[in-house]
């Protein structure tokens, strides 16, 4: 019998997006940043994500301001301090590569840059059904000023997870249900449903899974309206409810890091 190995999940990578994190801030070298990095953006040929467009450019980059942070399973003091994230977003690894590297130099040696990378994949679990009810009606991103909150949540899965075959790993996105039909589970999918519609979410997978010791599986990231934050947190609670959701049984969470998206350089590197 073959076997429901990983072989069979399609493997492409489609985007490639990092998340850059300033660990100090206030120096004479940031401010004398600004305009360099902006030049950065623009010569690379990335939108400000304040302004995303419609729809959304692929080639991106955001600037995010703390509002707060909570620890969680896996200590991360860098993101749980972090007073500033910066994202960015390209087809092109490259791009990735160069922007990573230049805020990195440009920001020393006053301030230095933590970065976690990631890829998009296709949506091995996904059918036309799942596409139509949790992806073809959620929400796009929005202007900064009309969904100004995000949230990055770090995680990875436990070597129990990684030891499943996909079949198996599979079943827990779903429902689950007795022999009389009766719900014994809502799964992933239903536990996130009230997101749906105001929770932009973006997802980045480490380049192998499992990631190397060290390093997280994904990077989750969601950004809403501010009446949308409840909803935000309603979703998180009923994720790690594994009465509701038993894949959280296999979720190890690095800090969940709360922030404010803002338009320019000079807004992002202002003193806290």
């Known amino acids: 019998m073959t076997m429901a190995n990983d072989e069979f999940l399609a493997d492409e990578i489609l985007g490639h997006g990092a998340y850059l994190f300033p660990t100090t801030a206030g120096s004479a070298e940031v401010s004398a940043a600004v305009g360099r990095l902006a030049a950065l953006a623009e010569r690379l040929g990335l939108r400000n994500e304040f302004d995303p467009g419609s729809p959304p450019a692929r080639e991106s980059y955001a600037l995010l301001r703390r509002q707060g942070a909570t620890p969680a399973d ?24 160069e922007f990573c590297e230049e805020v990195s130099r440009t920001l020393a040696p006053g301030t230095r840059v933590k970065v976690l990378r990631g890829v998009i994949r296709p949506k091995n ?3 036309a059904a799942m596409n139509n009810w949790a992806y073809a009606r959620q929400v796009v991103q929005q202007p900064g000023s009309v969904m100004p909150n995000a949230f990055f949540v770090p995680l990875s899965k436990t070597p129990a997870w990684w030891r499943k075959d996909w079949m198996e790993r599979h079943t827990y996105f779903l429902p689950r249900y007795d ?4 719900m014994v589970n809502e799964g992933h999918a239903l536990a996130t449903e009230a997101g749906i519609s105001v929770l932009l979410r973006r997802t980045y997978r480490h380049q192998t899974q499992p990631a190397p010791e ?6 989750t990231y969601f950004e809403c309206a501010d009446e949308a934050v409840p909803t935000f947190h309603q979703v998180c609670a009923a994720l790690r409810d594994v009465t509701r959701n038993p894949e959280w049984r296999f979720v190890r969470e690095g800090p969940t890091w709360h922030g404010r998206r803002v338009r320019t350089w000079e807004d992002l590197l202002r003193p806290q």
């Not at 896996?74 to 390209?90: F, K, R, T, Y």
């Not at 060290?214 to 990077?219: K, M, Q, T, W």
Request: avoid cysteine.
């Open 125 to 127: 679990y996904t059918g």
């Open 74 to 97: 896996l200590m991360d003091p860098v993101i749980l301090g972090a007073g500033w994230m910066i994202h960015v977003a390209s087809s092109r690894q490259e791009v990735v590569t």
């Open 179 to 182: 022999d009389e039909g009766r």
């Open 214 to 219: 060290g390093a997280y599986d994904f990077l």
